[in-house]
Nanobody, 128 residues
């Protein structure tokens, strides 16, 4: 199994930037595709970004395209979410998730059901 721990959240003003990190405890991190999701109060968990195991391909939700960047460092077993031009509507708990290559047949998974492991989440609050 894989354990994931997010960090880097906090409270910032609109227009600021934050970089979230997600550290994986397993030794087979490079086998997993990774994703970032967020969940605001009273709303469903929302897909944000996905990255393939090698890091050579990414996919973004329309809501964050151009502002957020997902990346990974397999030597550190860590995936990142660089967020810029933050808005108040970005306020949510942010989660990272991992999936094995056989979990879903498609390259970029956007559904929560397609991921096998989840972190505990980190709070991001954006004020204006």
């Amino acid at each position: 199994q894989v354990q994931l721990v997010e960090s880097g959240g906090g409270s910032v003003q609109a227009g600021a930037s934050l970089r979230l990190s997600c550290a994986a405890s397993g030794r087979t991190f490079s086998r997993y595709a990774m994703g970032w999701f967020r969940q605001a109060p009273g709303k469903e968990r929302e897909f944000l970004a996905a990255i393939i195991p090698s890091g050579g391909g990414t996919y973004y939700a329309d809501s964050v395209k151009g502002r957020f960047t997902i990346s990974r460092d397999n030597t550190k077993s860590t995936v990142y979410l660089q967020m810029s031009s933050l808005k108040s509507e970005d306020t949510a708990v942010y989660y990272c998730a991992a999936r094995g290559l056989s979990t879903s047949s498609r390259l970029y998974a956007t559904g929560t059901y397609e991921y096998d492991y989840w972190g505990q989440g980190t709070q991001v609050t954006v004020s204006s």
